[in-house]
Each structure stands twice: as C-alpha cells, then as structure tokens.
C-alpha cells in the first residue's frame, strides 16, 4: 500500500509540474484564443452521472476528460531491453527532437508536502522516471507540460489566420499529433505555405433532425468575423499554433500529408511515434495494471478475447516469459493483422491469432472434433517446410507430398482431398506466397469447446467514455449506454464458458460509466454464483461504487453491494494518478453447475 501511495504522490508532482502555464510570451488578450473546452453531455446521461458521482465530483471528471494526461506512459519489452537501457535512448531521442526544455518545465506552485521528498527529487533528475510499484519497474513516465499560453497575435480588427479541423484531428493534436490533410475542414483566405496559423477544433452541434454535425462543409473559406460557421461556439478551443505546410488551395487539393507543423501546443507531449520499435510500447497505466491482475503464468493456456490492438496481448506475453498458449482473438480481419504485426515486433512467438466472433466463440461438442484436422494439417505444413528445405537435395516433391498425406491419414488423420494435395505441392514448388506469410495470413476459428482456457481476459467493447482527451460526449445516450451494457453480458457469458473451473476472469472497460462496469460485477455474481471476486495486484485504483441507480421508467440498476468495492479497481481521470477513465474486476471461478 505504501508503493502504491508512492505512485499517487509521484504522479501527482508529475501532474502539477506539467500543469504550469508556462509560456515565453503574454496571454491573448482575446478570451476567445484559449483552450477551455466544456464537454457537453446528452442531458438523460449527464444526470444519471450526477447520480452516481455527485454534480461536483462530475463536473471534476467533465473537466479532467477534455485534457490529455500530464506524462506518457511507456512499456519496455523486457525480454529485448532494460528500463534503463531505454531511458538512456529515450532522453537522447528527446535531446535531438528538442523536447529537453519542455519536459523539465517550470514547477507550478503545489502543496508544501510534496516539497523536497524522494519523489520530487527524482522528478529533478529527468523527464523520465521509473514506476516505484513493485513488479511495475519496467514502465516509464514521460513527463508532459501545459496547458501553455499561447499568443495567436490576435489584434482588434485583424484576426490570425486559421485553420479549422475536425474534433477527431483536434484530440489527437492534445496528445501530440500533427495536422493532417483529412483533418482540415476550413481555412481562412489567402493562406500560403509557410504562414503561421492558429487551429481550432469544430465540435458537434445539434442539428434540426435532432442529430449532432459539425455544420462546415469542407473547404469553406473563413473570413475570421461573426458570420463564420460557429464562430461562437469554437471560443476556447484554439488547441495550439503551427505552420501551414500548403497553400490553401493545397490543403483541400490534397488527399494526404501533414498540412499543418504543429511547433507551438496547448498540451506539449514527446512523440514516441515510430521509436524503439519492438523494445516499447506506449500504452495507458491501467491497461498494464490489467495484464498484472489476470496474472498469467509460464504454459498456461490464456484467451484474450477481444484483443486487437495487441497492448494487453502483448503485456500478458512479455508476463508468462513467452512460454506458454496466448490466444488472441478479434472479428476484423485488419485488427488481428495489427496484432500479429505487433507480436512480430516484439518478437513474441506465444501468441496465436484467429478471426473470430467473440459471440460465437463456443464450439460444441457434437461438432466435428478438429484434433485429427489439425494434426493432418500440422503434418502437411511440417512435411511442406520439411520438403522446401531439401528440394536441393533432389527430393522428388510430388511423391513426397502424397506419401506425407498418406502417412496423416494412417495415423488417424482426417480425409485430404486431391485437390489439396495439389495446392500442398505448388506451395512447395513455389513457396508460401504472400497471403501465407507470417503476419499476413489470417486464420478463422471455429470456436474453442468450454473450460479450455486457465484464464480468460474479457477487455470488452465499450462506451469508451473513459478516453481523453474527450472535446464531445453528446453522442451517447441513456438507450446506446444500455446497448453496449446487453452486448457486454453476452461476451461474459462466452467467457465464463470457456475458462476452466479453477480459472480466472478479468474484465475490464474504458469507461467511467457503473452501467458497464459494476452493474456487469453484480450481474456475474448474480447468474453465476460459482464466481467470487478475486484481489488484484498491484492495486492502485480507487474502489467502485456501491448502491444503485433507478431510472424514471422505475427500473432499478444494481451496483456493487458493501465489501466489494475493495475488490475492483475504478481509476478516475481526476484523481492523482491522472490516468484515462477505466475499470477492472477479477473473478475467481469455482466448481461449476452440473
């Protein structure tokens, strides 16, 4: 527990020395150049928050949500690299790009306690620091500034120049990106390559139909008075200052590419992008904290069920030493790519990927028993590596191929059919080809049979409206929050399926809604009462919500009840730890209904 009050107190100098507003020239002298977005909420949602958090609380967490983190959580490989290996290459890296100032920042003006403590004068060291939680050494915070103050050169009568971008394009700048073409969706006249522009985002908007648009058709000219498309409305949402890499006309010509630098940030973060490919990982705190609560161990056999886009696959890998069976599933194509990529990456070869439906990942038993398919398969591929390797040597590839099929069949293979033989022999002849290529071959699964799995981590499709930095929520309502809560249920019930009496679930979102999360808890422990709630370590979280919510239609939602909340882990983005809106809960499965 000390380790864990350690963290909260690291991080929350982190967050105070990152949260000056430093800046080397004077504030705007218009209210309308700054970055002071507030979130709008569907009103039948932002009430039920009210409810569950109280209007102060909620109103903190609205806050925290439209800003990034203070610092940039990284993951090292340990099985390719050190902690300290890394920091040694991730300062350099910082060095060159001229972040080196911007990290160190000037410290704003927090509590007296926190004043000259071993943690304080660890930050003085460096913009990178090590986890002090036990067994979380091997991830790193990278320290961020801002919000800064930044001069738009706003004067009476004559506006800055700038460009608009979408909210999507807005968010990605506050953690760190540039602007990109498909981003922009308005401009102001005459601007030419090399000019300094402002970028504001455009935020939603109700429409007449009762929908949410932006209202700016892409390539309108702005002419920076009260008639621009919600000139109002983009008050406090300047994000930063940049130069235009294009003319205008470029800008909306083009179909790719930067289009604007972005040199001068609200919110100033280091750019791992395309850094230390393989030896690390920027990936959010609690979603590390995740893999350490399923706890994975050396051969074991591990479900992640929705996988992609690899993070916490990866996490769990790097946890079971690379030994063991890690199945990843996902139901797009592209997305199980990306977690085969990122496996090659690193170069983690536990990890095995299939297409899949998380709904139909339970195959039945009266199904035809895919044992003997794979071992015929298994031998055909062996036999064809086998086979490619001595084709020098004058093997006759043909008879090869037969004989090894023959020889799978013996052996209580299943029937090969001739036409697959021929298609064993041209990859032979001609090798694997391109969609049978490591990382570009993606196969599908018919299911796995029940109790199959010693732990199974369900990191569940959700509202996401734990994710920042969030400029809009509007879109999400009291009937899409019950949608994504009914498909979350359906997932788990796949997941107590599959995992063995014995096992362990861990189940976690990206919100901050109780509907999704501890309503999913008392729903488990209600259906399923081999399930109990298991401790987690390391514990860093705060506890989740007891009690209840009852709607105006009567119907009643059921949280946690008095002593669970010790046993789940709710990080809230407004508190010290400043992390992204998350949930865990883990469960201990035991003997099964007959």
């Not at 569907?42 to 439209?66: M, R, W």
């Not at 036990?134 to 790193?140: A, F, I, Q, R």
């Amino acid at each position: 527990m000390k380790k864990a009050r350690d963290l909260h107190l690291l991080l929350k100098t982190i967050r105070r020395s990152s949260t000056s507003t430093t800046t080397h020239s004077k504030m705007d002298p218009s209210d309308r150049y700054c970055f002071s977005p507030i979130l709008r909420w569907n009103p039948e949602v932002e009430n039920y928050f009210i409810k569950a958090y109280g209007a102060d609380h909620f109103s903190i967490i609205s806050k925290a949500l439209t800003r990034p983190s203070s610092y940039s959580c990284v993951r090292v490989n340990t099985l390719k690299s050190t902690s300290d290996a890394v920091i040694e290459k991730l300062l350099e890296i910082i060095k060159e790009k001229g972040f080196d100032g911007d990290c160190h920042g000037k410290e704003g003006s927090g509590p007296n306690e926190n004043v000259g403590s071993p943690l304080e004068e660890s930050l003085k060291n460096g913009p990178i620091v090590k986890c002090p939680i036990p067994g979380l050494e091997y991830v790193l915070f990278v320290k961020g500034t801002g919000p800064h103050m930044i001069d738009y050169g706003y004067v009476p009568g004559a506006p800055p120049k700038e460009v608009i971008v979408g909210r999507k394009c807005a968010e990605a700048v506050l953690r760190g990106a540039q602007v990109f073409v498909p981003g922009v969706m308005a401009c102001s006249a005459h601007v030419e390559k090399g000019d300094t522009v402002a970028v504001s985002a455009a935020i939603e908007q109700r429409n007449p139909n009762g929908g949410w648009s932006i209202g700016i058709t892409r390539g309108t000219v702005l002419q920076g008075s009260q008639t621009d498309p919600y000139y109002f409305e983009r008050s406090g949402l300047y994000v930063g200052q940049g130069t235009a890499t294009m003319s205008r006309a470029g800008l909306f010509r083009a179909s790719e590419g930067i289009a604007v630098d972005m040199n001068n940030r609200v919110f100033r973060l280091p750019s791992f992008y395309d850094v230390l490919d393989g030896e690390i990982f920027l990936q959010n705190l609690p979603s590390i904290v995740t893999a350490h609560a399923l706890d994975p161990q050396k051969g074991e056999r591990i479900l992640d069920m929705c996988a992609a886009p690899g993070g916490k696959t990866t996490a769990i890998a790097i946890l079971m030493k690379d030994e063991g069976e890690l199945v990843a599933i996902d139901r797009s194509h592209n997305k199980v790519q990306d977690i085969q990529k990122l496996a090659a990456e690193m170069s983690l070869t536990c990890i095995t990927t299939y297409k899949l439906d998380v709904l139909k990942a339970i195959r039945q038993r009266n199904e035809a028993d895919d044992a003997n398919t794979n071992q015929s398969s298994n031998s055909l591929r062996f036999d064809e590596e086998k086979a490619s390797s001595s084709t020098a040597e004058g093997f006759n590839l043909d008879k090869t191929c037969e004989d090894n099929v023959s020889n799978a069949i013996e052996n209580g293979g299943t029937y090969v059919s001739k036409a697959d033989i021929r298609k064993a022999k041209r990859r032979m002849r001609n090798g694997p080809g391109r969609n049978q290529c490591v990382g570009g071959r993606v196969e599908n699964s018919k299911g796995f049979y029940p109790d199959s799995f010693d732990r199974v981590l369900l990191d569940a499709p959700c509202s996401a409206l734990g994710l920042r930095p969030r400029l809009f929520a509007g879109e999400e309502t009291i009937d899409s929050l019950k949608r994504h809560a009914t498909y979350q249920r359906r997932m788990f019930d796949q997941a107590v399926k599959l995992v063995r009496p014995g096992g362990v679930i861990v189940y976690s979102t990206c919100t901050i809604n109780p509907g999704e999360n501890e309503a999913l808890v008392r729903y488990a422990l209600d259906t399923y009462k081999f399930l109990s709630l298991a401790s987690q370590n390391p514990r860093i979280g705060g506890p989740g919500l007891v009690g209840s919510f009852e709607s105006p239609d009567g119907r009643t939602e059921e949280w946690l009840r008095p002593g669970e909340e010790e046993f789940v882990q709710r990080f809230d983005p407004s508190s010290s730890l400043d992390t992204i809106g998350f949930f865990i809960a883990k469960f201990s499965v035991g003997t099964k209904d007959v």
